[in-house]
């Protein structure tokens, strides 16, 4: 079945690095675009970032514009999300999703989540 597992998630004080990993297991990770969300406590779940299947197409939601860079390995079927430069508003449970055809439909498939705190 399909999963995304989620991990690299941490403490970490102002200003400081994470990197985040996503392994997709269950479909062709090469042929489907990926995405990461994060949810703050009180708060929607946003758009991070994208990037297409073939990691031609990049997204980045402009809070972290400059600041995030979303990857791939197709080869390894993971999804990486490479934080810098990060502040107390980027703490959340971040989840990476991508949308797969099901029974003729389209259908979000999400991860567990990692937690992220940046700490000030």
């Known amino acids: 079945q399909v999963q995304l597992v989620e991990s690299g998630g941490g403490v970490v004080q102002a200003g400081g690095s994470l990197r985040l990993s996503c392994a997709a297991s269950?479909?062709?990770?090469?042929?489907?675009?990926m995405s990461w969300y994060r949810q703050a406590i009180g708060k929607e779940r946003e758009l991070v970032s994208y990037?297409?299947?073939?990691?031609?197409?990049?997204n980045d939601a402009d809070s972290v514009k400059g600041r995030f860079t979303i990857s791939r390995d197709n080869l390894k079927n993971l999804a990486y999300l490479q934080m810098n430069s990060l502040s107390t508003d980027d703490t959340a449970v971040y989840y990476c999703?991508?949308?797969?055809?099901?029974?003729?439909?389209?259908?979000?498939?999400w991860g567990q989540g990692t937690q992220v705190t940046v700490s000030s």
């Open positions: 990037i297409s299947s073939d990691g031609e197409h990049i």
């Open positions: 999703q991508t949308v797969l055809p099901v029974g003729g439909a389209s259908r979000a498939f």
């Open positions: 269950g479909f062709p990770f090469s042929r489907f675009d």
